[in-house]
């Protein structure tokens, strides 16, 4: 079954994509605006619920592989290119799972969405006042992956500390991340013609700063 966007596109009205490359806040963003104008929260890789236990190799290969995995250090120690090749392939098959989420969700709150989306279908699906493109220095997404607490993050790097070169592991997944978060890739996002806001390493808390743009550009707030 194929449905048309038009459709996809009333069904998500209530919705709102925030979409950009690694460490420009849009997890933060999201959370502080669903808990400021009462908007569900749909965090990163919300619909990792039901794509984890129903993903099939013959239709979501990609987020299937992690199945097949016998040792995480396989999934650290792949080359550059075939991990942002696999990166780019989860994000089109998650994105059938993301619109089958949010389809499902009430209509009557607005929902505000850390997704990873492709741009290009972004735009068939929603429309300029319901996407935001965040963006942050190709230099901060790779240098400071493994800076956050979050688990995953943690564990990636526990696995690439027990393989047996580990500085030569994580150079070699560092330059897989530099590939995902390419200069290309950043191009894309900047000239995909959504509202765009770009990460100062100013080092100052530009937390509310942003959340205001944003709430503005989403007419939130007048």
């Known amino acids: 079954m194929n449905i048309a966007n038009n459709i996809l596109k009333y069904y998500l009205r209530n919705v709102y994509f925030i979409t950009g490359t690694a460490y420009a806040g849009k997890s933060t963003a999201v959370k502080m605006l669903a808990e400021k104008y009462g908007m569900i929260c749909c965090g990163e890789n919300f619909h990792s619920a039901v794509s984890d236990i129903i993903a099939s190799p013959a239709w979501q290969p990609d987020i299937y592989y992690l199945n097949t995995l016998t040792d995480w250090k396989q999934f650290v120690m792949r080359s550059p290119e075939e991990y942002a090749r696999w990166v780019d392939g989860v994000s089109k098959e998650a994105a059938e799972f993301e619109v089958a989420e949010l389809i499902s969700l009430p209509k009557d709150r607005k929902v505000i969405v ?5 741009v290009g279908t972004l735009k068939e699906i929603s429309d300029h006042r319901h996407v935001a493109v965040m963006l942050s220095p190709q230099s901060m997404s790779v240098e400071r992956f493994f800076g956050r607490g979050d688990a995953e993050k943690q564990f990636l790097l526990k696995t690439i500390e027990s393989c047996e070169d580990p500085d030569a592991v994580l150079e070699n997944f560092r330059r897989g991340l530099a590939l995902v978060n390419s200069r290309e890739a950043y ?16 080092g100052r808390d530009a937390r509310e700063e942003v959340c205001e743009k944003l709430a503005r550009h989403f007419g939130l707030i007048g």
């Open 114 to 118: 850390d997704t990873n989306i492709p």
């Open 187 to 202: 191009d894309g996002f900047a000239g995909s013609g959504f509202f765009t806001l770009i990460r100062d390493e100013d």
